[in-house]
């Protein structure tokens, strides 16, 4: 769930890595190279979880009202949606676990700045269930990050956002990281989103968007303080970071 500075970003971004918008009608663009680490082997069920869903799916969209077929390989649901459906799948005793803390209520899913209070709160060793990521460097794929609610007034309204790592981080340069990343989303991660070109990502917002929208893969660009802890996002590699809480953690069971 982008703010609206985040979006209004995305349109340079586009401009920037030379994508021309796709016409009424026209076929999605093929999809282009995404800034990533070189893959990585990865025993997290979560990440198994989302992957093979991703790999799989026939159908998914951007939408509050989550419903999920596995068999019929449908996934319409928003950010958190997707992050407590597949925390659920891969690990449902840490999902159940973060649920009882933030006491969310049976057929609702928590809000990010819960799943960010949660993961703020964990002991510096963790838990049987949960080990917190304090460092970008650190993340792995299946991991959970959690964008969280900004309260100042006089940064433009955003609600936080909740995303899978899909990836190793890659350090730039320019000492940020470009990280790969899972989650459902109707605003892409830059010209090569999967959401672009993947004809089964509907369009949450025809006649406005002219992309797809639910689940897919991105890649974002991460940047740290001096003891490598997240402080920016980009929502997509290459554009204006804005500043707001980032928590990360890996479930554990």
Same mark, same amino acid.
């Given at each position: 769930?982008p703010s609206?500075?985040?979006?209004?970003?995305?349109?340079?971004?586009?401009? $920037?890595?030379?994508?021309?918008p796709?016409?009424?009608? $026209?076929?999605?663009p093929?999809?282009?190279?995404?800034?990533? $680490?070189?893959?990585?082997?990865?025993?997290?069920?979560v990440?198994?979880?989302?992957?093979?869903a991703?790999?799989?799916?026939?159908?998914t969209?951007?939408?509050?009202?989550?419903? &999920?077929n *596995?068999?019929?390989?449908?996934?319409?649901?928003?950010c958190?949606?997707?992050? /407590?459906?597949?925390?659920?799948?891969?690990?449902?005793?840490?999902?159940?676990?973060?649920?009882?803390? &933030?006491?969310?209520?049976? /057929?609702?899913v928590?809000?990010?700045?819960?799943?960010? *209070?949660?993961?703020?709160?964990?002991?510096?060793?963790?838990?049987?269930?949960?080990?917190?990521?304090?460092?970008?460097?650190?993340?792995?794929?299946?991991?959970? @990050?959690?964008?969280?609610?900004?309260?100042?007034?006089?940064?433009? $309204?955003?609600?936080?956002?909740?995303? @899978?790592?899909?990836?190793?981080?890659?350090?730039?340069? /320019?000492?940020?990281y470009?990280?790969?990343v899972?989650?459902?989303t109707?605003?892409?991660?830059?010209?090569?989103?999967?959401?672009?070109?993947?004809?089964?990502?509907?369009?949450?917002?025809?006649?406005?968007?002219?992309?797809?929208s639910g689940?897919?893969?991105?890649? @974002?660009?991460?940047?740290?303080d001096?003891a490598?802890?997240?402080?920016?996002?980009?929502?997509?590699?290459?554009?204006?970071?804005?500043?707001?809480?980032? &928590?990360?953690?890996?479930?554990?069971?």
């Open positions: 769930m609206r500075r985040l979006a209004a970003l995305l349109p340079l971004a586009v401009a $920037a890595l030379s994508l021309a796709a016409t009424a009608g $026209a076929a999605r093929t999809p282009g190279p995404q800034v990533q $680490a070189p893959p990585s082997p990865s025993s997290s069920p990440f198994a979880a989302v992957s093979s991703f790999r799989t799916m026939s159908r969209k951007y939408q509050h009202q989550d419903l &999920e *596995a068999t019929a390989g449908t996934y319409y649901f928003d958190v949606g997707l992050a /407590n459906y597949f925390l659920g799948l891969g690990a449902p005793r840490a999902n159940a676990a973060l649920r009882a803390a &933030e006491h969310v209520r049976a /057929n609702y928590p809000r990010p700045d819960q799943m960010g *209070a949660y993961l703020r709160g964990l002991p510096a060793a963790g838990t049987s269930l949960w080990k917190p990521v304090r460092t970008v460097a650190a993340i792995a794929p299946g991991d959970l @990050i959690v964008m969280d609610a900004i309260t100042n007034p006089d940064t433009p $309204a955003f609600v936080g956002h909740a995303l @899978i790592a899909a990836s190793a981080p890659l350090l730039l340069s /320019n000492g940020s470009a990280l790969q899972f989650d459902s109707g605003t892409p991660h830059g010209a090569a989103d999967s959401r672009r070109w993947d004809p089964r990502a509907v369009n949450d917002r025809p006649g406005v968007h002219q992309w797809g689940l897919g893969m991105g890649t @974002i660009q991460l940047w740290v001096g490598g802890r997240p402080q920016r996002i980009s929502w997509v590699v290459g554009i204006a970071a804005v500043a707001t809480p980032i &928590e990360i953690g890996r479930a554990l069971g």
